[in-house]
């Protein structure tokens, strides 16, 4: 599967490198923490403000047909191309104009 030839993302869109650990509190104020996994995972909000109804269609049928497996995405910024999945069962939108919508998405690495 490959991400379809949209509109790229606004400069709003986000990420964080996701690697989550365990802590344990102690009295005496003190932390014992460690990573909960050995690997850490990338995620991004990926934001349109105004998104044509045709590339929104070719994202909606992406998503609906990719759901669930893997495919291939170029960070827009660095160029860097990453295998992804979508980070939610959601495709966010809705209308600010006549054939526009503000769109958004979540993508991760696997």
Partial sequence: MAWPTIAQPTYTTGGETYLPQIRTEFEGNYVHSRARATRATRRWTLVW?????????????????????????????????????????????????LSVRAVSIGLETI
């Fill in 49 to 97: 403000n105004a998104m044509t109804e045709a590339h929104f269609t070719l994202l909606e049928a992406a998503f609906i047909a990719d759901i669930g497996t893997t495919f291939s995405w170029t960070e827009p910024v660095t160029s860097t191309v990453y295998t992804v999945r979508y980070s939610e069962g959601s495709l966010k939108w809705q209308h600010v104009n």
